[in-house]
């Protein structure tokens, strides 16, 4: 007869190591891979993330691709897109613009074409998933690609902005620096930070042609930044970055023009810091907005009217490092993730989804000059 000591050890033994596997394995099904595109040589970063406990694991350079600004997905995720903010490409002085297969969470190169010109810091994809739009901050230019099975064509349509403003030192010439599409699909928008404009324009998915559809004109030495349009379909968020303001606004689904309803300061009163406005998130159901700003490094928190998009302030946050770039919400809604590129390193802030409001004690991850997530 058996030892009924070596009995209870054989199954106490199996017990705990069935468990540790369990374990392992509800561990590896938390993960969510995710990609942050630097501004380095590596290019675009992999990191393993967990929800529950708020943890970024490192997982290796998932593209070498230099200088990368922004990455987006296509809507089945199966491709990844991204604008590389070089100098040269393909031998010419144009920023480039690549896509990859994404397969089990690693990037596989797929295809790459030339932007309009240097410095090349945002691409997005229209709704239908068909046109890419690459914007250049330093050129001055932006430029349409068709998309066909994640596959980028060449640039079908270009322009090159002359707008300038007012600020001598970052208003000299144009600056496109962002692309946004209308809840319809119907127009496009290209922020010119130099030119003090948003360009409107009507789209072809098709084709990936653009025509000028008129502009609309920020305050003179604002500087718009991005563009984001709120879920319910008629408010959208002009950030501006050299007066730390945002144009709330309204937009006109007939002719795609955007008109001002208000503008909101971000700067807390009185102050004269050198700081400049970032990104903006929206949550998905629209009940929260949030706004970052450089300089004084923070997210200023609202709360917004479903219907409306009015917003009520909820209070400002410190992002936990030095000049956020890009910040995002992960899947669960529970946390906020900033890049934070001049202390390179992804700050993770626990959020109340109920309240929007988010803590003040961020766990911290390095990160080389982190310039986009990509959940």
Known sequence: MANPSRRIFLKTAAAVSTMTVMSRANSQA????????SNKPDGI??????PETAEFTPAGVAAKIANVDWITY?????????????????GKPTGEVASFVVENGVLKPHS???????????????????????ADYSGGSAASFKVSDGKLSKAVWQEHYTEHGPNAERQEAAHAHFASYSPDNRFAYIDDLGGDCIHIYSLDPATAQLKAAGKYSAQP?????????????????????????????????????????????????NSHAKSTGCDTVITKDGRNVYFANRGDDF?????????????????RTPTGGKTPRNFVLDPTGRWMVVANQDSDQLAVFPRDPQTGELTDEPKTYACPAPMCILF
């Not at 790459?112 to 690459?134: E, F």
């Open 30 to 37: 938390n993960h969510h891979r995710v990609f942050v595109g």
């Open 45 to 50: 970063l992999a990191f393993d993330w967990n």
């Open 74 to 90: 296509s809507a089945d995720r199966r491709h990844l897109f991204a604008a590389s903010e070089v100098d040269n490409f393909n």
């Open 112 to 134: 790459s074409q030339n932007s309009a010109s240097k410095g090349t810091c945002h691409i997005a994809l229209d709704h239908t998933g068909r046109t890419l739009i690459s």
């Open 221 to 269: 030495g604002a500087g718009p930044r991005t563009l984001h349009f709120h879920p319910n379909g008629t408010t959208a968020y002009s950030m501006n970055e050299l007066t730390s303001t945002v144009d709330v606004l309204t937009w006109n689904k007939s002719n795609g023009s955007l008109a001002l309803v208000t503008r909101i300061r971000l700067l807390p009163k």
């Open 299 to 315: 997210i200023f928190s609202f709360t917004a009217n479903a219907q409306t998009g009015a917003l009520t302030p909820i209070g």
